[in-house]
């Protein structure tokens, strides 16, 4: 009985030690962990500044000449002689194609000397109608018959004029269609005619943009046949309405005296707005996510930095900058490198932020 005693009270007594053991360490363990301090997070700083920076519109367009035509056959005929070549540069009024005119000549001397005679009978019966000789209506009669030959005559000539197809301005002729001896119908293409003097850049905007696109703007083309140059062009026009797809469209006129450009090629077009001041950060400076562009606002209270989640409105992005339209304020400093590693409410340490420098050095130097 006294055996079984001692061994229960030495069990007391060992589990009593454990516990006190236990609660000795844990207790140890809490205050070492309190101590224990993170080591802050290492982030390049920015701040929010308000320059000026270019605006621009873009989009894509295609060029169209100013003046371009199809000439066409204005009346049937046989095809005499063709007086351009393909490709040929031509002056306005000049000769492209004559078509035979051997009935219509034929006609028009029979017409003429019917003419001749019926302005021979009018003088007659106007001296005989002095003399009351005849009646004033054979006279009336012998009018009609003159005035209606000239109207003939006048018929048939602009008939004949008709069959001279000419130039209806100076520009470059295009692919010839037709040949020598062919009967060409009313409305028969001969071929295309296009000024390339100067040309017309057609493009179009979201309608949201429509009360930025301005008459008179200054505009920049680039053309991928020619990838080291830029062609400057004005606004012209603007179409009064909005397209069912929600567009509008405008038109550049640009000089191409050089003839590098030719209707119908492609064009990235980029409309230059007036500059006006706004507030930018480098492009590194947004977080993408599916909720929307957010930046890291640095917090400070006393010594202690820390950061915001903050939700931004982006505007234009130029040569690395994005103009911010809402969400921060000029002055303020956000996080343009480690946004990795960051949450909500972690305290910072902000580093030298060359980028900031280099950029903003280069950003002063273009604008």
């Not at 030959?149 to 004949?160: D, K, P, S, V």
């Not at 400057?232 to 026009?237: D, E, G, K, R």
């Not at 209707?263 to 599916?290: C, D, F, R």
């Amino acid at each position: 009985m006294k055996t079984k005693l001692r061994i229960l009270l030495i069990i007391s007594i060992l589990i009593v030690i454990a516990v006190a053991a236990y609660v000795y360490f844990k207790s140890r363990s809490t205050e070492n962990a309190s101590s224990y301090s993170y080591p802050l997070v290492k982030v390049a700083l920015t701040t929010v500044k308000q320059q000026v920076t270019p605006r621009i519109l873009s989009s894509i367009g295609e060029l169209e000449a100013v003046r371009q035509v199809q000439v066409s056959a204005e009346t049937t005929g046989v095809i005499e002689q063709i007086y351009f070549q393909s490709g040929q540069s031509v002056k306005k009024g000049q000769l492209l194609v004559q078509l035979k005119t051997n009935v219509e000549q034929g006609n028009l001397g029979r017409l003429q000397a019917k003419l001749k005679q019926a302005e021979m009978a009018y003088h007659r019966t106007k001296q005989l109608i002095d003399s009351n000789a005849i009646s004033r209506a054979e006279m009336d009669t012998a009018l009609a018959d003159r005035d209606m030959t000239r109207a003939e005559i006048q018929q048939l000539q602009a008939l004949i004029e008709q069959k001279s197809i000419r130039a209806p301005f100076s520009g470059v002729i295009g692919i010839r269609q037709v040949h020598q001896g062919q009967y060409l119908e009313a409305g028969s293409s001969i071929a295309n005619l296009v000024d390339t003097q100067q040309l017309l850049a057609n493009f179009t905007l979201d309608e949201q943009l429509a009360a930025r696109l301005k008459t008179g703007q200054a505009v920049q083309l680039k053309i991928d046949a020619f990838p080291e140059q830029s062609f400057s062009a004005v606004v012209n026009a603007i179409d009064p309405m909005v397209s069912k797809s929600r567009t509008m469209t405008g038109q550049a006129l640009l000089n191409n005296q050089h003839q590098q450009l030719k209707p119908g090629m492609y064009a990235k077009i980029e409309i230059q707005e007036a500059n006006l001041p706004s507030l930018v950060i480098p492009e590194t400076a947004i977080t993408y996510t599916a909720y929307g562009n957010t930046v890291f606002l640095v917090k400070k209270d006393h010594n202690t930095l820390t950061v915001q989640r903050v939700a931004v409105e982006l505007g234009e992005r130029h040569q690395g900058w994005v103009e911010v339209q809402s969400g921060i304020k000029a002055g303020d400093q956000v996080v343009v490198s480690g946004q990795v590693r960051l949450s909500d409410g972690m305290q910072i340490e902000p580093t030298v932020n060359s980028l900031e420098q280099t950029s903003s050095s280069q950003a002063k130097a273009k604008l």
